[in-house]
C-alpha cells in the first residue's frame, strides 16, 4: 500500500518548492485566473515550458512562504509580492523577455458559455439573421423584447440587440437564449495584472512601450525639471546651460550699458557705434543662405536684362503684305 503525503508533507512541498522559485527567478508575472479550467491550465505550462515556470496556490499559503523567505533571506524586495496575491491569482517565474511571455499567456484563451450568475466581462450582442429556431420559440424572444419575424419557417432575428452589458450579471433567460443560438460569447485565460522584475512592482501596459515612447518621456522629465529650475533660480544639469546664456547676456548689457571694458563686448560696441558694419556682415550671410553666393548676386544685379526684339528689325512692318 502507497502512503500519501499527508497536508502537512505538501504544505512543507510546496513552501520549498516557492522558496526556491524566488531564490532562482527576478522576474515574475502576477496573473488572475478567473473561469480558468485544469486543461487550460496544463496547456499553458506546456505552451511557456523551457523559461517559465506556472506556480498556483492559496493566497495564504503563498503570503506566509514569502514572508518568511523574506526574514530568512534578508530580502524584503519580495514583500512587495505580498498585497499582489489578491483573489484568483497565480505566478509565472520567467527568465524570458516579459512583454514576449505576457503575449504569449494572452494567446490561450477559450471561448466559454454564458453561465448563470456571472458578471459579463464584455458587452454581449445578439447579430441579426436566421437563428434556425422554430416558429413556437418566438414568445422566448419576445420575453427579451428582441424583434424576430417568421422567415421560411424559422425565426429571424431582425436587428442587432445589446442582450448584456458589461458588468451585468447573466440571467437565466440570456444563458438560455445563448445556449440555443450556439454563442458562446466571453473567453477567459490568464490576464496578466502585475510585473514584478527585481523587486520592482509595475502595472504591465508598461511592457507596451517603445524605446520611443521613453524618449518622448524623458524629454517632458527633463523640460519640466528645466522650467522648475529656472523658475526658483535653483541650478540644475538641465538648466545649466540656459542660466550660463541668460548670465552672459546680462553681463554683456551691463557692459554696454556703463562702457565697461569687456572683450567679449567690443564686437558688439563697435557694431553699435557703426550700424553698417552690422548691414554688411549681415548681407552676405542672407545671400549665402539664399543658396546663391554674394558676388554672383551683384553681376546678376548688374547684367543689363536683353532687349525683345522689335517687328522692324525682322523685316517686317506693321503694314507689309
Not at 36 to 62: A, E, P, W
Not at 111 to 135: F, K
Not at 290 to 314: C, I, L, W, Y
Amino acid at each position: 500500500m502507497v502512503n500519501k503525503p499527508s497536508k502537512a508533507d505538501k504544505k512543507l512541498a510546496y513552501d520549498a518548492k516557492l522558496c526556491k522559485l524566488l531564490d532562482d527567478y527576478s522576474q515574475i508575472l502576477i496573473v488572475a485566473a478567473d473561469n480558468v479550467g485544469s486543461n487550460q491550465l496544463q496547456n499553458i505550462r506546456q505552451g511557456l515550458r523551457g523559461d517559465s515556470v506556472v506556480l498556483m496556490g492559496k493566497n495564504t499559503m503563498m503570503k506566509r512562504s514569502i514572508r518568511i523567505h523574506a526574514e530568512n533571506t534578508g530580502n524584503n524586495a519580495f514583500l512587495n509580492l505580498i498585497p499582489l496575491l489578491q483573489g484568483n491569482v497565480g505566478l509565472i517565474f520567467t527568465k524570458g523577455d516579459l512583454k514576449e511571455v505576457s503575449e504569449e499567456v494572452a494567446k490561450y484563451k477559450v471561448g466559454a458559455p454564458a453561465r448563470v450568475g456571472l458578471v459579463a466581462p464584455i458587452d454581449v450582442v445578439v447579430p441579426p439573421g436566421n437563428t434556425g429556431l422554430d416558429p413556437s420559440q418566438t414568445s422566448f424572444f419576445q420575453v427579451l423584447n428582441i424583434p424576430t419575424k417568421i422567415n421560411k419557417g424559422t425565426v429571424e432575428i431582425i436587428t442587432p440587440v445589446e442582450l448584456i452589458k458589461k458588468g451585468d450579471k447573466v440571467g437565466s433567460s440570456e444563458a438560455a437564449l445563448l445556449a440555443k443560438l450556439g454563442i458562446r460569447p466571453f473567453s477567459y485565460g490568464l490576464i496578466v495584472q502585475s510585473v514584478y522584475d527585481n523587486g520592482s512592482v509595475f502595472n504591465p501596459e508598461v511592457l507596451n512601450l517603445t524605446e520611443e515612447d521613453l524618449i518622448e518621456k524623458f524629454a517632458i522629465g527633463v523640460s519640466m525639471v528645466n522650467a522648475l529650475s529656472l523658475a526658483i533660480s535653483f541650478p540644475s544639469l538641465a538648466a545649466a546651460p540656459i542660466m550660463f546664456v541668460n548670465a552672459y547676456k546680462n553681463v554683456l548689457a551691463i557692459a554696454l550699458e556703463t562702457d565697461y571694458p569687456l572683450p567679449q563686448a567690443e564686437e558688439i560696441k563697435e557694431y553699435l557705434k557703426d550700424p553698417s558694419k552690422f548691414a554688411a556682415a549681415v548681407a552676405p550671410a542672407a545671400a549665402a543662405s539664399d543658396g546663391v553666393p554674394a558676388a554672383a548676386a551683384k553681376q546678376e544685379e548688374k547684367a543689363p536684362e536683353p532687349e525683345e526684339e522689335s517687328d522692324e528689325e525682322m523685316g517686317l512692318g506693321l503694314f507689309d503684305d
